[in-house]
């Protein structure tokens, strides 16, 4: 049931526009609204003292992913067959400058490494034989993504709720990857996929958080990790 839910809701992502090129201009162009949608929208409702109100600090992020769409989501030539995959889950890093209480920007590094195991068959004398393969998958993505901060509308003790836009330009290598009834042997992909995601930061005390967030960036669903105040932590 999960694993049906999660391709639904990539498929309902992927509808909404015609490339990875038209995602990306589309967010561009929406990034300068978040700014003009926050100070319209800014009010002097009282925020707790362990959550950051002031302009103009920043914030070191480091979080691992959950359900990591390359690793589960995959599909082989009718010559090969599946078997499982293994690694480390991903991993991401991200420094934000927080430019006033609503609105902050990230520039993002993000970091997968796994093998998928797979088989390739061969036919003969009647029967199917296999050939055990792996193929190494890294990704190294760098990005740039805008957040609205939900404050204002979300009041909760030592919380701190966004909504994140963005996008990740991403190498991608393959070490044999499966393609017609052979492989390809260190074959490179470039790619661009947009980011959205929601989430909060949970105040330890005024330079430590923890961090949570869920959306699309095509690599996981679900980041857990860690947030220092780069700038009470200088005081």
């Keep these: 049931m999960i694993r049906f839910s999660l391709i639904d809701f990539h498929n309902i992502i992927n509808s909404f526009v015609l490339s990875d090129m038209k995602k990306i201009v589309a967010i561009l162009c929406f990034l300068p609204y978040i700014s003009l949608f926050a100070q319209q929208t800014a009010n002097t409702n009282r925020i707790d003292s362990t959550l950051p109100n002031a302009n103009h600090i920043s914030f070191a992020t480091v979080s691992l992913g959950f359900i990591d769409y390359y690793r589960n989501y995959y599909d082989l030539p009718k010559?090969?067959?599946?078997?499982?995959?293994?690694?480390?889950?991903?991993?991401?890093?991200?420094?934000?400058?927080?430019?006033?209480?609503?609105?902050?920007?990230?520039?993002?590094?993000?970091?997968?490494?796994?093998?998928?195991?797979?088989?390739?068959?061969?036919?003969?004398?009647?029967?199917?034989?296999?050939?055990?393969?792996?193929?190494?998958?890294?990704?190294?993505?760098?990005?740039?993504?805008?957040?609205?901060?939900?404050?204002?509308?979300?009041?909760?003790?030592?919380?701190?709720?966004f909504v994140g836009l963005g996008f990740s330009l991403?190498?991608?290598?393959?070490?044999d990857f499966p393609s017609g009834d052979s492989t390809i042997t260190n074959k490179i992909d470039h790619t661009i996929t947009p980011y959205l995601k929601v989430g909060a930061r949970y105040a330890i005390n005024k330079i430590s958080y923890l961090f949570a967030d869920l959306g699309y960036d095509k690599q996981s669903i679900l980041s857990l990790g860690f947030s220092c105040n780069l700038e009470n932590k200088k005081r």
């Design 79 to 161: 010559s090969f067959e599946k078997n499982n995959t293994s690694g480390f889950t991903p991993l991401y890093a991200k420094l934000e400058y927080v430019v006033n209480k609503n609105v902050s920007l990230a520039v993002t590094l993000n970091y997968d490494h796994f093998q998928y195991n797979f088989y390739q068959l061969y036919y003969g004398n009647g029967d199917t034989y296999k050939r055990y393969k792996i193929n190494y998958f890294t990704l190294v993505g760098v990005g740039l993504c805008g957040y609205h901060s939900l404050n204002n509308y979300i009041h909760i003790k030592k919380v701190s709720t």
């Design 170 to 175: 991403n190498h991608i290598k393959y070490s």
